[in-house]
T-cell receptor
Framework: RKEVEQDPGPFNVPEGATVAFNCTYS??????FFWYRQDCRKEPKLLMS???SGNEDGRFTAQLNRASQYISLLIRDSKLSDSATYLC?????????FGKGTRLSVIA | DVKVTQSSRYLVKRTGEKVFLECVQD?????MFWYRQDPGLGLRLIYF???????EKGDIPEGYSVSREKKERFSLILESASTNQTSMYLC?????????????FGSGTRLTVV
């Protein structure tokens, strides 16, 4: 079983749409959770950490469900500039483990 | 802002050459990492280091070695480059591995072995 699994997409959505990504992880001892964003041919950059109580940053909302071992990212009012690959990342007692990413294309 | 600098953005090397990829960070981070990223395979950890002269194998260390003589510098070495090592190589650093704000990545080195 892969440690971190994501739907690779692509998700093609119109501007203004709401889109949600889910990610599942296999290591129940995982303690830290993140979403990273990676633009084409660029390095990954931290988008937001994911806390047990859920957290919001502008149009982005992240949720963690420890019982079911999944993490979600919700993007509201999608912008063209949100087009990127979104990487789900978890950490337990080892270095960060990255999912393969979900590709999002926001279309005008 | 934390800065992680990789010495080359693009590199072309011949099969069998010894290749050095350099990474320098300027925020006094203890931990440094080397990943490679390939289409469909995502980011895979090659080696990491918790401290000067310390190194740990990641998931795919075969064909690679590392050196960390100074805290700010972490080098990845391909002893004898092969075509299957053509990839994007990403260096990262952080204060804490197990928890904290995650990693900061360098801009990557796209290595082509011909």
């Amino acid at each position: 079983r892969k440690e971190v699994e994501q739907d690779p997409g692509p998700f093609n959505v119109p501007e203004g749409a709401t889109v949600a990504f889910n990610c599942t992880y296999s290591n129940s001892a995982s303690q830290s959770f993140f979403w990273y964003r990676q633009d084409c041919r660029k390095e990954p950059k931290l988008l937001m950490s994911v806390y047990s109580s859920g957290n919001e940053d502008g149009r982005f909302t992240a949720q963690l469900n420890r019982a079911s071992q999944y993490i979600s990212l919700l993007i509201r009012d999608s912008k063209l500039s949100d087009s990127a690959t979104y990487l789900c990342v978890v950490s337990g007692n080892t270095p960060l483990v990255f999912g393969k990413g979900t590709r999002l294309s926001v279309i005008a | 802002d934390v800065k992680v600098t990789q010495s080359s953005r693009y590199l072309v090397k011949r099969t069998g050459e010894k290749v050095f990829l350099e990474c320098v960070q300027d925020m006094d981070h203890e931990n440094m990492f080397w990943y490679r990223q390939d289409p469909g395979l995502g980011l895979r950890l090659i080696y990491f280091s918790y401290d000067v002269k310390m190194k740990e194998k990641g998931d795919i260390p075969e064909g690679y070695s590392v050196s960390r003589e100074k805290k700010e510098r972490f080098s990845l070495i391909l002893e004898s480059a092969s075509t299957n090592q053509t990839s994007m190589y990403l260096c990262a650093s952080s204060f804490l591995v197990r928890q904290g704000p995650g990693y900061t990545f360098g801009s990557g080195t796209r290595l082509t072995v011909v």
